[in-house]
């Protein structure tokens, strides 16, 4: 099965960047995303960014549209989450999964819980201070 690990979390000043990666091990579906998904305190869990395993095609959340990107390696050992600009407000738990493409591009970006991913990360905590 898909194994997922986060890595390159921590405390950050508002408006730094920082850089998340995730790797990605065992199969490969050329149908499926590798996505990012957050989860702040007391909040539900959200979508951030994802780009499709076999094509490239990427999707994101309106909140973050100008501030973050993703890049994956030509060999898919790994996803990484490029985050400018950060805010308080990113503040979260960030999670990489691994899913079918069909349904998240079928769902409201913004407003996706990640239900229909398959695999998970444990994820990497993230804090910006003000």
């Known amino acids: 099965q898909v194994q997922l690990a986060e890595s390159g979390g921590g405390s950050v000043q508002a408006g730094d960047s920082l850089r998340l990666s995730c790797a990605v091990s065992?199969?490969?579906?050329?149908?499926?995303?590798l996505a990012w998904f957050r989860q702040a305190p007391g909040k539900d869990r959200e979508f951030v960014y994802a780009?499709?395993?076999?094509?490239?095609?990427?999707y994101f959340a309106k909140s973050v549209e100008d501030r973050f990107s993703i890049y994956r390696d030509l060999g898919w050992n790994s996803v990484d989450l490029i985050m400018t600009t950060l805010k308080p407000e990113d503040t979260a738990v960030y999670y990489c999964?691994?899913?079918?493409?069909?349904?998240?591009?079928?769902?409201?970006?913004?407003?996706?819980?990640?239900?229909?991913?398959?695999?998970w990360g444990r994820g990497t905590p993230v804090t910006v201070a003000p």
């Open positions: 999964a691994a899913g079918p493409e069909r349904q998240l591009a079928a769902s409201n970006l913004n407003n996706n819980d990640g239900s229909g991913m398959v695999y």
């Open positions: 065992g199969p490969t579906f050329i149908d499926y995303v």
């Open positions: 780009v499709n395993w076999g094509r490239g095609r990427t």
